[in-house]
């Protein structure tokens, strides 16, 4: 059947040509990625259970990149992708139906977050009765941290002000969020959560919200660093 004889008996079926559109440009897409020398399979939200199709490219460098899925895949800001080794962090996305893509940036830090407080031993008294101290407790989970400020127009790149990063993390409804002041230690010294923007955070048609958490960080300058 030639693809006009099919246009028709689908059109005579109801279908409008903008579908017909459509649909011939969702199996050229498919076909292109599937096919595609380029083509890697990533794994979304840490699960390595199945595999997804997509095109990757670089942005800039490694540290951030495109990645192009195919037709009406459940892609969203705020997922994570595992590709090639690395894990990214999805803060922009193109909602094309017939080409669905993210931009991912490099996830390069595991982000403490508070989760509540444990007892734990820390000592026994003369008598053998524990000593019990509360501390924090924490889980840990991959944010991609930059000294760049990304949101400008046409995906330019500023520098931030010295002493100061944002932090990338997925929003996931219900579950805990990073604290205004708490202390972040990191190889240059300790840092400061001083803002969290919710920008990043958008509610789709299917009536959930989906996104990131963006975090800014401020360095701590202590009496013996100046």
Not at 75 to 94: N, Q
Not at 168 to 175: D, I, K
Request: glycine residues 6%.
């Amino acid at each position: 059947m030639s693809l006009a004889s099919y246009r028709k008996r689908v059109l005579s079926a109801g279908t409008n040509m903008a579908e017909i559109m459509s649909t011939d440009t969702k199996a050229s897409q498919v076909a292109y990625i599937l096919d595609s020398p380029a083509r890697k399979d990533v794994f979304l939200n840490m699960d390595e259970s199945v595999k997804v199709p997509t095109i990757p490219a670089d942005v800039d460098t490694y540290k951030r990149r495109r990645f192009l899925f195919l037709p009406d895949s459940c892609v969203y800001i705020g997922d994570y992708i595992c590709h090639d080794g690395f894990t990214y962090i999805a803060v922009d996305m193109i909602t094309h139906k017939e080409m669905p893509q993210l931009i991912g940036q490099l996830c390069n830090f595991d982000f403490p977050i508070l989760i509540g407080v444990e007892e734990v031993e820390i000592d026994k008294k003369p008598n053998g009765e524990p000593i019990i101290a509360k501390k924090p407790k924490f889980i840990m989970k991959p944010s991609a941290i930059t000294t760049k400020d990304y949101s400008v127009i046409n995906n330019g790149k500023l520098n931030l002000p010295e002493g100061s990063m944002t932090a990338y993390l997925p929003y996931v409804e219900g579950e805990a969020i990073p604290i205004i002041n708490q202390i972040i230690p990191r190889d240059t010294g300790e840092y400061k959560i001083t803002d969290i923007l919710t920008d990043g955070i958008v509610l789709f048609g299917d009536g959930k919200k989906r996104g990131y958490w963006e975090v800014r960080l401020q360095r701590v300058v202590n009496t013996y660093d100046q």
